[in-house]
């Protein structure tokens, strides 16, 4: 028998080849967004490719947001590239979420199927959410013990010894994308059977139970799972252990622990058709009941000229980020080719009207020093002479680049002993300072009740969550 091992992919917002006319008519929606569209069907069948290749594992989960904009043809296909894994021997899950349904006036979703043209846009067929659960039945609830007939959510044994309950959670499709009472008593009931039967319990659903930073719940709040408070209680009290979220596009993973002790893990996937896309691979030892789990990426996207760049640098050059980190050294040199390349990024209606104002600034923030804001912030960075020797010279601003290229692949670059998070640690701690004497209330906005700003930031500098995003072995 293959081995108890399951891979997850998340986030797969699959544009079928059959809604845009050419590349460039996508292309200025994907500039603003931090994911591959155009290419995302070439990106699933190459991760669909590395599944195939991997004889020991039969079972493969994906949590929601299939497609990005609930037209039926993308779903049409994309369940067609779901059959290349069933016909091939592989039992396939998914969940679906508020980006595999158009809002029709009935909730509050509000994404709309588009067709993109040449010269322009059009509405495409939409699919209804009352509509998910049939079109998806055969993924899931056609295979399973129970589905909840509020959500469509559905609980199996994947395993001998091991329980899959995935949770549909679109919810009312914006403020509360969660499960009901109805819902929530249906999954109690299933996770008691479970525990019952000494199963180990594997809970999946789309939106985060742990957020990847408390800014963001705090930010928010209507991102997380609707009733992630209840669950996170309920997974505490019944002594689950894992749940595998998504809709961040941030790799994550977090511990969460009640007042008692007890404690359960949300192990968040990025996006596959995100720069840090990749899907996990989880093997199960019933015996043991552990459950290890890797990150496995993707090197290249087959039928794609990469132009010898890695999957990460690639689709990073396509989306805002990337965009802005690669056309901001032109603005002094080149200002239209600045302009072209922050299109659809930043408001070049205003960079254009103010382009002697923006040359010196950005050339000004091109030069800063890291060592500038090391004497900004020295009194609360720690810096030491030899460290502030050490960065002589070294500019502000691929450091600041460097953080962003980990926001959502996770484990941030820069450890407490090194200069670069004494460097920020001082200055955010400085700029905080600042604006509490210049009562500056913004902050209460981003800074939750009884943090401080280093708090907020700290995440994004330094991974402080579990010390490694990419892989955990936890005990179910």
């Known amino acids: 028998m293959a081995e ?85 021997g592989k039992r396939v899950f998914v969940t679906t979420a508020t980006h595999d349904y158009c809002g029709m006036g009935d909730d509050e979703n509000f994404f709309t199927a588009t067709r993109y043209l040449d010269d322009g846009s059009e509405p495409a067929e939409c699919v209804r959410k009352g509509e998910l659960f049939d079109l998806y039945r055969a993924f899931g609830p056609d295979q399973s013990d129970s589905v909840d007939k509020e959500s469509g959510s559905y609980s199996l044994k994947l395993y001998d010894g091991v329980r899959l309950i995935a949770i549909n959670d679109n919810g009312n499709g914006r403020s509360h994308c969660g499960l009901f009472d109805e819902g929530f008593r249906w999954l109690e009931e299933e996770i008691d059977k479970a525990n019952a039967a000494k199963e180990m319990v594997l809970l999946a659903v789309h939106h985060p139970v742990i957020p990847p930073w408390d800014v963001f719940s705090h930010v928010v709040d209507f991102e997380m799972f609707g009733g992630y408070k209840r669950l996170s209680e309920m997974m505490c009290e019944k002594g689950v252990r894992v749940i595998f979220t998504g809709h961040t596009h941030v790799q994550s993973i977090r511990r969460f622990e009640d007042a008692q002790g007890r404690y359960f893990f949300d192990v968040a996937t990025t996006a596959a058709v995100s720069a840090a896309g990749c899907m996990r691979k989880v093997l199960l030892d019933t015996g043991n009941r552990t459950c290890d789990i890797k990150s496995v990426r993707i090197d290249s996207i087959d039928g794609v000229d990469m132009q010898g760049k890695s999957f990460f640098d690639y689709v990073y050059g396509l989306n805002f980020v990337g965009a802005v980190e690669k056309s901001l050294p032109l603005a002094t040199s080149d200002y239209d080719a600045f302009l072209e390349g922050v299109s659809g990024v930043l408001p070049v209606d205003k960079l254009k009207a103010h382009p ?69 640690k001082g200055t955010v701690e400085k700029a905080q300072k600042l604006a509490k004497t210049f009562r500056v209330s913004a902050l209460d906005k981003v800074v ?27 005990n179910c």
Do not use: C
């Open 356 to 424: 002697v104002i923006v040359k010196a600034a950005l050339k000004k923030l091109g030069k800063l020093k890291l060592s500038t804001l090391a004497k900004f912030g020295k009194k609360y960075g720690g810096i030491t002479k030899e460290e502030m020797a050490a960065i002589k010279g070294e500019k502000a601003m691929p450091v600041l680049f460097e953080i962003t290229r980990h926001i959502y692949s996770g484990n941030a670059p820069f450890t407490p002993d090194t200069a670069e998070y004494k460097v920020l």
């Open 448 to 474: 939750p009740p009884g943090q401080t700003l280093w708090d907020v930031a700290e995440p994004f500098v330094y991974n402080n969550r579990t010390g490694n995003d990419d892989e955990i072995t936890i």
């Open 4 to 88: 108890k091992s399951l891979y997850i992919l998340t986030d797969t917002h699959y544009v079928s080849k059959r809604i845009f006319s050419s590349d460039k008519a996508l292309r200025g929606r994907e500039k603003g967004d931090q994911i591959a569209l155009v290419k995302s069907v070439e990106i699933l069948r190459s991760f669909f490719k590395r599944i195939l290749e991997d004889e020991n594992s039969d079972a493969v989960l994906i949590t929601g947001d299939l497609v990005n904009g609930g037209d039926r043809e993308s779903h049409e296909d994309f369940i067609s590239e779901l059959k290349t894994l069933t016909a091939a």
